[in-house]
Every structure is written in structure tokens, then in C-alpha cells.
């Protein structure tokens, strides 16, 4: 979803990863995610819990809000209007499509497979 950046403290792959779960969470909340969030060589790379992203450090990341996701100081991040995905400027950044999420593009981003969130490759993410 190329219209949003992760602040700078996160690295490109933990701004596509915590973006998907997110998504994913705030429309699907019946999909149970794994409370943390891994590199593919195993390291932590946040953490997930009541609706909150934390940093392997504990730092709050980003926190779901009704249809909104604010960062960790409350300014809002994306929301959702249908199956919209919105940025905060109101432009549009994806949709969702079924168990998918698309980028404004049409592009896949990520999935839900019955429990499982999987990326646009077919990684398991959450």
C-alpha cells in the first residue's frame, strides 16, 4: 500500500506486515492472529494484543480504533469506510475483497486463510 510510510523507526517490512495485520484485524475480528510477529530468521518483531501493535521492545506502535488505527500518540493513521482503506488525508490506499486485502491498484497485499494471515506470497504473517 504504497500511499502510507511507517515512521522511521520501522523498517519497510514491518510497516507491510503490521499494515496487513491491522487491516486484516480491524475487519476480521473473528480471525485469531498469534500474539507476536516474526522475521523469517525468527527474530521478534512486534506483538499483538487487545487490539494493539507493540514494538519487540513493548513501545506502542499503533492501536485499533473502531474503524480507525491511530499511531502511538493518537494521530490517526487509516481508517475504514466499507471496504475502503483511507489515509488519513482521506485518499484512498486498498480495499478489501473477501478474505483479501488490495492495494488502491488492485494489487494483493494479504489474505485470510481460515485462521491464518498470509502475505501476498503465501507467508504465514500472523
Not at 493518537?74 to 484512498?92: D, P
Request: include cysteine; charge should be positive.
Amino acid at each position: 500500500m504504497k500511499n502510507l510510510r511507517p515512521s522511521a523507526s520501522h523498517s519497510p517490512r514491518l510497516g507491510s506486515v503490521l499494515r496487513v495485520l491491522l487491516l486484516i484485524c480491524a475487519v476480521r475480528p473473528d480471525v485469531v492472529l498469534a500474539d507476536e510477529v516474526r522475521s523469517a530468521n525468527g527474530s521478534l518483531i512486534a506483538r499483538i494484543a487487545d487490539r494493539e501493535v507493540r514494538s519487540a521492545n513493548g513501545s506502542l506502535l499503533y492501536r485499533l480504533d473502531g474503524s480507525e488505527v491511530r499511531d502511538a500518540s493518537g494521530r490517526l493513521y487509516l481508517r475504514f469506510e466499507g471496504t475502503e482503506i483511507r489515509s488519513a488525508n482521506g485518499s484512498l490506499i486498498g480495499r478489501f475483497d473477501g478474505n483479501e486485502v488490495r492495494d488502491a491498484s488492485g494489487r494483493l497485499q494479504g489474505r485470510v486463510e481460515g485462521s491464518e494471515v498470509r502475505d501476498a506470497s503465501g507467508r504465514l504473517m500472523g
